[in-house]
């Protein structure tokens, strides 16, 4: 089985409270003397205390169109994305040379040459390291990205894969959009970097293994989640028929994925889900019947960092590994949703 050596986070170095935030949002989206009680109970309702942003809030305003923000995503991805995937590597026991695969994910901007590509020389990876970079598949993209790890350690069972997640949400918010999507938006959404170090069958570690994956991509529901792109950047396609599609679909599909190892719901000691909001997560509690504090450690991450789309279930999954300690051979699994609309189920065993 494929094992997950290590998962370091990085955050920047901005830290604010919601209200500061929301305070912020309200000076960069609305007209000056708006009505600002919609967005005031947005932001009250997100479940959010602290987010970061890899800009001091006052930057915000001097960022003038896609080009402006979308340089300030590339140098601070690098910067992010090398202390991401330093840590992870350190937590590991490994050096750059020995990664065999670096796959970059990220949905909130671009870069030809990619990301990863630039990461090389400034970590130290060998020159004829593999690499993927990734972009569209939005919150989803943590778990997929771990599954896609499992997929290409299959095959490799020698290997070093890395994931690496930058997820720079802060930089697409709207200015002078004021429609619910844009706020809710402003009001969930934080910036971090998440890595992921996961090895072959034949290298002998410690660590969750991989069991088993499954992906879901649901019918007519391409239109709930994702981006409009144009010349101010990334606007934000946020239905709120989201929580609808998560109980039509989520519960079969987990019931299914995990009937296929001999387990239901219940027997999951640990959940590793992503944070996509207050309502998404009463939505999953509900349809799986979920205990009293199943959700915890998610709830946590959702105060304390917001969403960070893509990086968050990462998050999510290296608070479970400190902060919970899961007794050997427990199961859990780690699920996340995004655009398309789809789902990702990992099965761990820890």
Request: aromatic share 4%; proline share 6%; with cysteine.
């Amino acid at each position: 089985m494929t094992r997950i050596a290590s998962v370091h986070g990085a955050l920047p170095s901005h830290r604010h409270t919601q209200h500061e935030v929301t305070d912020m949002v309200a000076r960069l989206c609305l007209p000056p003397g708006a009505d600002r009680r919609l967005l005031d109970r947005l932001h009250r309702h997100a479940r959010v205390r602290t987010r970061h942003t890899v800009l001091p809030l006052d930057g915000y305003r001097e960022l003038n169109g896609f080009g402006p923000a979308n340089d300030v995503f590339i140098r601070s991805s690098l910067d992010l994305g090398a202390q991401a995937v330093r840590g992870a590597l350190r937590s590991a026991g490994l050096r750059p040379t020995d990664v065999d695969l670096l796959m970059f994910t990220s949905v909130t901007g671009i870069a030809a040459p990619s990301v990863d590509a630039r990461l090389v020389a400034r970590l130290g990876l060998r020159s004829d390291v593999r690499r993927l970079p990734v972009f569209g598949l939005g919150c989803v993209a943590g778990a997929a990205g771990v599954a896609r790890l499992h997929d290409y350690l299959l095959g490799r069972p020698d290997d070093v894969a890395v994931l690496l997640s930058v997820e720079l949400c802060s930089l697409t918010f709207q200015r002078q959009d004021t429609t619910p999507a844009n706020l809710v938006a402003t009001a969930l959404f934080g910036d971090g970097a998440a890595a992921v170090v996961a090895l072959g069958s034949r290298r002998a570690v410690a660590g969750p293994e991989i069991v088993d994956t499954r992906s879901r991509m649901y019918p007519d529901t391409e239109h709930v989640m994702g981006w409009d792109i144009g010349s101010t950047g990334f606007t934000v396609v946020l239905d709120p028929a989201v929580p609808d599609v998560v109980r039509r679909y989520l519960a079969d599909d987990v019931r299914e994925f995990l009937a296929e190892h001999g387990l239901k719901p219940k027997d999951i000691a640990h959940w590793v889900c992503h944070p996509g909001g207050p309502k998404v997560l009463e939505t999953v509690m509900d349809v799986l019947d979920l205990p009293a504090g199943a959700l915890d450690v998610t709830w946590r991450s959702l105060a304390d960092i917001g969403n960070l789309s893509s990086a968050s279930v990462l998050h999510v999954l290296r608070d479970t590994l400190e902060q919970r300690r899961p007794e050997p051979g427990t199961p859990g699994l780690l699920l996340a949703m995004g655009p398309g609309f789809c789902c990702e189920l990992v099965l761990l065993r820890w």
